[in-house]
């Protein structure tokens, strides 16, 4: 949750700077109008300078400019003039008459009195927010960072969770569905990180609806993930695999894996059955939902329509996410995927192969009402269909095998708290599919949401590669082949029990129960406990790369860890792996700051 929280405070903060750009431009921009300080033709208006040093436009030896600049300047003044603000809601006027989205008019900067200075402001407060951040954020440490969400909240919601606790799940749920802050982890599609999607004007008009920005619009100064794959695939040959090292990339880049690739992330089964006809029926439907029906509400506004329940809860849920999220001047972090933040060095820690909750499957039984009752009760109320009920779990366990486990009707509270029923475990769809990923979760998040985050070693490459540049850039570094983005990571592991990292990933996660047997000297004490009841000496595998800003000079580093059979919670105390991340930023101050 510290995560998502820290990640909003960044686009927070970002807006702010902005909008107090703007403030500044347009109190300058009132003056300016008030005294004629436009129609200078010595210096210029007083927007010039600033214009120049952001490169919207390039100076001139004794302030000659171009004919195309000279249009720029024209366009600018003409932001000044008094009924600016009245063409401006012509135009917009014009747009609605042309059936553009209502909400359009509302997005950021639309409708600004003087529309060519927000923009010079956006590119003011973006420069001012680096600057803040690399004053005041030095190192960033994610532990077990849920980068694309998860299912177990939404699960919360659709259905209650008691986790553990001495209530019921439909008791719990009352709690969950006052809190907020549970979607700030809903489950975000990995295919918003990418460029190629076939519906670009779709993915613009959700942009302009929500305040957010479309994924070109978000990858304005980086290259596009699908850019990089063409390179590293031409590299591939008979005795050559690029992907090797990076089974991860591999999986996000290459194979483009999502939550719904291997089976459906949520899925209600719905039968029809006549009064007398027993479970179950002939009449038999399915709907799935993927993480776009939970980006864009489509799921709770479904399972508010399938479950008549008293008040509406899931109607109010998906009020209460268009409200926090949709309707704010901060953009929708919700419907992008996040990319890694301007800050000098940033480590991220996370736990693999442990059983973890990646999917559910709900069941509705829909009988034909008889003629007595229809849909009302005897007294005449409406009749409600209860909790939506949930069917089966779909669980990633260790090395990405996929089980599907039914879930027992408890016959009494006592049941369902203290005596809970042996669960049925099966491999998912009859063994089809049984393996998905080369690991699973932490137990909490799962690995698809925390594995992004090996998207953000390609930072420096993806920076190197983009030619669409707002700002004067600096000459940049490249580490290593230009034509193949995964050159620039370095991988190394420790072995489970072992003591010092070895270049390389390892010996295959699926194989050998994680022992890497061609370095057994490396091999200790593997410590089965610890006092502090976390896991002793897991192997653990290592991913680290270097970057640095064209923009500012700076020089960064990108380090992810994964630890394996590490739980979600044993994250923050277990030893090995805070000592290891750690030690990444102990390195990184001495060669900073010398203080080590």
Same mark, same amino acid.
């Given at each position: 949750?510290?995560?998502?929280?820290?990640?909003?405070?960044?686009?927070?903060?970002?807006?702010?700077?902005?909008?107090?750009?703007?403030?500044?431009?347009?109190?300058?921009?009132?003056?300016?109008?008030?005294?004629?300080?436009?129609?200078?033709?010595?210096?210029? @208006?007083?927007?010039?300078?600033?214009?120049?040093?952001?490169?919207?436009?390039?100076?001139?030896?004794? +302030?000659?400019?171009?004919?195309?600049?000279?249009?720029?300047?024209?366009?600018?003044?003409?932001?000044? /003039?008094?009924?600016?603000?009245?063409?401006?809601?012509?135009?917009?006027?014009?747009?609605?008459?042309?059936?553009?989205?209502?909400?359009?008019? =509302?997005?950021?900067?639309?409708?600004?009195?003087?529309?060519?200075?927000?923009?010079?402001?956006?590119?003011?407060?973006?420069?001012?927010?680096?600057?803040?951040?690399?004053?005041?954020?030095?190192?960033?440490?994610?532990?077990?960072?849920?980068?694309?969400?998860?299912?177990?909240?939404?699960?919360?919601?659709?259905?209650?969770?008691?986790?553990?606790?001495?209530?019921?799940?439909?008791?719990?749920?009352?709690?969950?569905?006052?809190?907020?802050?549970?979607?700030?982890?809903? @489950?975000?599609?990995?295919?918003?990180?990418?460029?190629?999607? @076939?519906?670009?004007?779709?993915?613009?008009?959700?942009?302009?609806?929500?305040?957010?920005?479309?994924?070109?619009?978000?990858?304005?100064?980086?290259?596009?993930?699908?850019?990089?794959?063409?390179?590293?695939?031409?590299?591939?040959?008979?005795?050559?695999?690029?992907?090797?090292?990076?089974?991860?990339?591999?999986?996000?880049?290459?194979?483009?894996?999502?939550?719904?690739?291997?089976?459906?992330?949520?899925?209600?089964? $719905?039968?029809?059955?006549?009064?007398?006809?027993?479970?179950?029926?002939?009449?038999?439907?399915?709907?799935?939902?993927?993480?776009?029906?939970?980006?864009?509400?489509? *799921?709770?506004?479904?399972?508010?329509?399938?479950?008549?329940?008293?008040?509406?809860?899931?109607?109010?849920?998906?009020?209460?996410?268009?409200?926090?999220?949709?309707?704010?001047?901060?953009?929708?972090?919700?419907?992008?995927?996040?990319?890694?933040?301007?800050?000098?060095?940033?480590?991220?820690?996370?736990?693999?192969?442990?059983?973890?909750?990646?999917?559910?499957?709900?069941?509705?039984?829909?009988?034909?009402?008889? $003629?007595?009752?229809?849909?009302?009760?005897?007294?005449?109320?409406?009749?409600?269909?209860?909790?939506?009920?949930?069917?089966?779990?779909?669980?990633?366990?260790?090395?990405?095998?996929?089980?599907?486990?039914?879930?027992?009707?408890?016959?009494?509270?006592?049941?369902? *708290?203290?005596?809970?029923?042996?669960?049925?475990?099966?491999?998912? =769809?009859?063994?089809?599919?049984?393996?998905?990923?080369?690991?699973?979760?932490?137990?909490?998040?799962?690995?698809?949401?925390?594995?992004?985050?090996?998207?953000?070693?390609?930072?420096?490459?993806?920076?190197?590669?983009?030619? +669409?540049?707002?700002?004067?850039?600096?000459?940049?570094?490249?580490?290593?082949?230009?034509? =193949?983005?995964?050159?620039?990571?370095?991988?190394?592991?420790?072995?489970?029990?072992?003591?010092?990292?070895?270049?390389?990933?390892?010996?295959?996660?699926?194989?050998?129960?994680?022992?890497?047997?061609?370095? $057994?000297? +490396?091999?200790?004490?593997?410590?089965?406990?610890?006092?502090?009841?976390?896991?002793?000496?897991?192997?653990?595998?290592?991913?680290?790369?270097?970057?640095?800003?064209?923009?500012?000079?700076?020089?960064?580093?990108?380090?992810?860890? /994964?630890? *394996?059979?590490?739980?979600?919670?044993?994250?923050?105390?277990?030893?090995? *792996?805070?000592?290891?991340?750690?030690?990444?930023?102990?390195?990184?101050? +001495?060669?900073?700051?010398?203080?080590?």
């Amino acid at each position: 949750m510290g995560n998502a929280v820290f990640r909003y405070f960044l686009e927070w903060l970002r807006v702010q700077m902005q909008h107090e750009a703007y403030a500044r431009y347009a109190q300058q921009a009132e003056h300016a109008i008030a005294t004629a300080a436009v129609s200078s033709h010595h210096r210029g @208006p007083f927007w010039r300078g600033r214009a120049i040093y952001r490169n919207i436009v390039g100076g001139r030896e004794n +302030n000659t400019y171009t004919e195309e600049e000279d249009e720029i300047f024209v366009d600018f003044t003409r932001a000044f /003039e008094p009924d600016a603000t009245e063409k401006s809601k012509s135009n917009h006027q014009n747009k609605e008459n042309r059936l553009e989205d209502d909400d359009e008019i =509302n997005s950021a900067g639309s409708t600004r009195k003087y529309p060519k200075l927000w923009e010079l402001a956006k590119m003011e407060g973006d420069s001012q927010w680096i600057d803040w951040l690399g004053k005041h954020v030095w190192t960033y440490v994610g532990l077990a960072a849920p980068l694309l969400g998860a299912p177990g909240p939404l699960r919360s919601v659709l259905s209650g969770e008691n986790m553990g606790l001495p209530f019921t799940d439909e008791e719990a749920r009352i709690l969950e569905l006052s809190f907020g802050s549970t979607s700030s982890v809903n @489950p975000i599609p990995t295919k918003m990180g990418f460029c190629d999607d @076939p519906d670009d004007r779709e993915d613009s008009r959700r942009a302009k609806r929500n305040k957010s920005k479309s994924r070109k619009e978000q990858n304005r100064n980086l290259a596009c993930l699908d850019e990089l794959v063409s390179d590293i695939e031409a590299r591939a040959n008979e005795t050559y695999n690029p992907w090797q090292d990076y089974p991860a990339l591999r999986l996000l880049l290459k194979d483009r894996v999502d939550y719904d690739s291997a089976f459906p992330m949520i899925r209600v089964e $719905r039968e029809f059955c006549d009064e007398s006809e027993k479970s179950p029926c002939a009449n038999q439907t399915a709907i799935d939902f993927s993480a776009q029906d939970v980006m864009n509400g489509n *799921i709770f506004d479904q399972f508010s329509n399938i479950w008549k329940e008293e008040k509406d809860p899931l109607g109010v849920k998906l009020e209460q996410l268009q409200d926090s999220w949709w309707k704010g001047n901060v953009p929708n972090m919700l419907e992008s995927t996040p990319e890694r933040p301007h800050i000098k060095h940033v480590v991220m820690a996370y736990g693999t192969d442990v059983p973890t909750e990646a999917g559910y499957i709900y069941k509705k039984i829909d009988r034909k009402p008889n $003629r007595s009752n229809n849909t009302t009760s005897v007294e005449g109320k409406e009749a409600f269909d209860g909790v939506p009920e949930m069917h089966k779990v779909i669980w990633e366990e260790k090395h990405g095998r996929i089980i599907e486990e039914s879930m027992p009707e408890p016959s009494t509270f006592t049941e369902s *708290i203290l005596f809970k029923k042996k669960q049925t475990r099966r491999p998912f =769809n009859s063994g089809d599919s049984s393996l998905w990923l080369h690991h699973s979760g932490d137990g909490t998040i799962p690995y698809l949401s925390l594995m992004w985050a090996h998207t953000w070693l390609l930072h420096a490459t993806r920076a190197m590669r983009s030619t +669409n540049h707002t700002m004067p850039m600096l000459e940049g570094e490249r580490i290593s082949n230009p034509h =193949n983005a995964l050159d620039s990571i370095k991988v190394s592991h420790r072995p489970k029990g072992g003591n010092d990292w070895i270049q390389g990933y390892g010996a295959d996660p699926r194989v050998d129960e994680n022992y890497d047997y061609s370095s $057994r000297s +490396n091999i200790g004490d593997t410590g089965t406990s610890h006092p502090h009841g976390t896991k002793y000496k897991p192997k653990m595998v290592r991913f680290q790369s270097e970057g640095k800003s064209r923009s500012t000079g700076m020089e960064y580093t990108t380090t992810v860890i /994964e630890a *394996i059979g590490v739980e979600h919670k044993e994250t923050t105390r277990n030893y090995d *792996i805070l000592a290891a991340a750690f030690t990444d930023v102990l390195k990184n101050l +001495n060669e900073d700051y010398g203080l080590v």
